[in-house]
């Protein structure tokens, strides 16, 4: 099975860090954030693996080369221009004709796919997103779902609304057909994918992810994310 990791970004929340090195070659606990996801991607045997970059992709591209430093195998799709998440998995994906991974490179998580790719292929889901609960709802993308599927997403709801505590957490397991949706340019996976297929065209399933995730995309976060990471180190 082949990944897809985002990490064209500009990280513009990341400033300074990010004036002269991507966000995906950001150091946490001496290790560049991506790598922490390709090493989790290799744990759970998946081997081939795609970039999808933009902003310095050449600083991304000497570092990583192949990937064989890492035992896996990378190839790049590099965004001239910003695709938004939905154009940018599109674009990745082209040639792809089986059953996918992508996830956002900017969280810090031990994802299961094992028992992620089990699950979507036991359950036939045209779509199988990992969930992760959160403190603040009201920050968040926050899922309802019925059983385990998922109905739909409310965007950063009151307390009051929020149909459960969980958090839309970036890992997606997808199905070729489902791009088929999407436009053709610039475009969000979440909106003009996940959102229309929920409850509607397909089938959606929620995994929920019991280990860590943190997500980098502010100064703040990303101190955070260290910190975090540490401690669950420590616990392990």
Known sequence: MKAIILAGGLGKRLRPLTNNTPKPLLPINQKPIIQYAIENFKKHGIKEIILSIGYKADKIKEYFKDGSNLGVNISYCIEDEPLGTGGAIKEAAKNINETFIAINGDNLADFDWTSMIKLHKEREADI????????????????????????????????????????????????????????????????????????????????????????????????EAEEGLIKSSEKT
């Open 128 to 223: 199988t997103l990992a969930l992760f609960p959160v403190e603040d709802v009201t920050q968040y993308g926050i899922a309802k779902l019925d059983g385990d599927k998922i109905v739909k997403f409310i965007e950063k709801p009151t307390v009051e609304e929020a149909p459960s505590n969980l958090n839309n957490a970036g890992a997606y397991i997808m199905e070729p057909k489902v791009l088929e949706i999407l436009p053709l340019d610039k475009c969000s996976i979440e909106r003009d994918c996940f959102e229309k297929f929920c409850g509607k065209k397909g089938s959606v399933y929620a995994h929920r992810h019991k280990g860590y995730w943190y997500p980098t995309d502010t100064l703040e976060k990303y101190k």
